[in-house]
């Protein structure tokens, strides 16, 4: 079973900052949070992933609190591209172990 | 361009064949993964393999093979067995430990 929970959906004006949280409140010491998203009828499409501290790349951000038990992906400026399900997962950091799907978040954004 | 290629797009089964799904990849990852994906829902683990010549049952292993005989490569059979074949089927790889996985663009497959 998968370790997150995760709203079923949000909705998000076009421009806007989304937020997307995620509980994982018994992830261990050796476990990264991992996000991902998938546009309808595509493969999923890795975004970002951490261990500790906050990682910021091209296309989100990702906040994890001190003691690791939530986060929140945050899509600066989101467009109407953006519309997707998010995935948040909690993988261990060795032996190519597979990722463990929830039924994530549907994101709509909204013009 | 690197990336994961699974083919073909399409596929349709009459009731009681066999079909392979194919899975190419050539971004040199040591590992790959099979994942079936129902409407609304999550992707659920098929089958894994880690190294050339090895592989792993995941959680819905029933009615699937598979064959890992070159790195690039990671075809997936339904046999006859698998009751319920009709899903989005999606391939992905990932070069080892901590390192994300990567994602095709998926094989949908339909009962005839």
């Known amino acids: 079973d998968a370790k997150t929970t995760q709203p079923p959906s949000m909705d998000c004006a076009e421009g806007r900052a989304a937020n997307l949280p995620c509980n994982h409140s018994?992830?261990?010491?050796?476990?990264?949070v991992y996000w991902y998203r998938q546009i309808h009828s595509q493969g999923p499409q890795y975004i970002i992933h951490g261990l500790k501290n906050n990682e910021t790349n091209e296309m989100a951000s990702l906040i994890i609190t001190e003691d690791r038990k939530s986060s929140t992906l945050i899509l600066p400026h989101a467009t109407l591209r953006d519309t997707a399900v998010y995935y948040c997962i909690v993988r261990v950091s060795s032996g190519n172990t597979p990722l463990v799907f929830g039924k994530g978040t549907r994101l709509s954004v909204i013009a | 361009d690197g990336g994961i290629t699974q083919s073909p797009k399409y596929l349709f089964r009459k009731e009681g064949q066999n079909v392979t799904l194919s899975c190419e990849q050539n971004?040199?990852?040591?590992?790959m993964y099979w994942y079936r994906q129902d409407p609304g829902q999550g992707l659920r683990l098929i089958y894994y393999?880690?190294?050339?010549?090895?592989?792993q049952k995941g959680d819905i292993a029933e009615g699937y093979s598979v064959s890992r005989e070159k790195k690039e490569s990671f075809p997936l059979t339904v046999t006859s067995a698998q009751k319920n074949p009709t899903a989005f089927y999606l391939c992905?790889?990932?070069?080892?430990?901590?390192?994300?996985?990567?994602f095709g663009d998926g094989t949908r497959l339909s009962i005839l």
């Open positions: 018994t992830i261990s010491g050796n476990e990264y």
């Open positions: 992905a790889s990932s070069m080892g430990d901590w390192q994300p996985q990567h």
């Open positions: 971004l040199n990852h040591d590992a």
């Open positions: 393999s880690q190294i050339v010549n090895d592989f």
